[in-house]
Nanobody, 127 residues
Framework: QVQLTETGGGSVQAGGSLKLSCAAS????????MAWFRQVPGKEREGVAT????????YYIRSVEGRFTISEDKAESSVYLQMNSLKPEDSAMYYC????????????????????WGQGTQVTVSS
């Protein structure tokens, strides 16, 4: 199973930027869907962005498209989430997650059935 560790959370003012990192081990050369989720206390966990580590197709939810960028560095076995133009409503615990990808090229559009999870990193955006 893939081991995941997130870093990079913190506190910023609205309009600022943060970059989250997810160090992954164990996924080797097989394509994986790597995703970022977020959760606010009392609410369901929400998928934010995904990347297929095979063909590097990406997918974003509408509320972050154009502001967030997910990327992968195979040499570092890491996935990143660059978050720009942050809003107070982006405040949440952010989690990295992984599951085997069904295909090499297709975007990972479904946020269900993720098998491996990190411990989370807190992002707080003040107005």
């Amino acid at each position: 199973q893939v081991q995941l560790t997130e870093t990079g959370g913190g506190s910023v003012q609205a309009g600022g930027s943060l970059k989250l990192s997810c160090a992954a081990s164990g996924y080797g050369d097989k394509p994986y869907c790597m995703a970022w989720f977020r959760q606010v206390p009392g609410k369901e966990r929400e998928g934010v962005a995904t990347i297929n580590t095979g063909g590097r197709s990406t997918y974003y939810i509408r509320s972050v498209e154009g502001r967030f960028t997910i990327s992968e560095d195979k040499a570092e076995s890491s996935v990143y989430l660059q978050m720009n133009s942050l809003k107070p409503e982006d405040s949440a615990m952010y989690y990295c997650a992984a599951k085997p990808a069904l295909t090499y090229w297709a975007a990972c559009r479904y946020f269900a059935e993720y098998q491996s999870w990190g411990q989370g990193t807190q992002v707080t955006v003040s107005s």
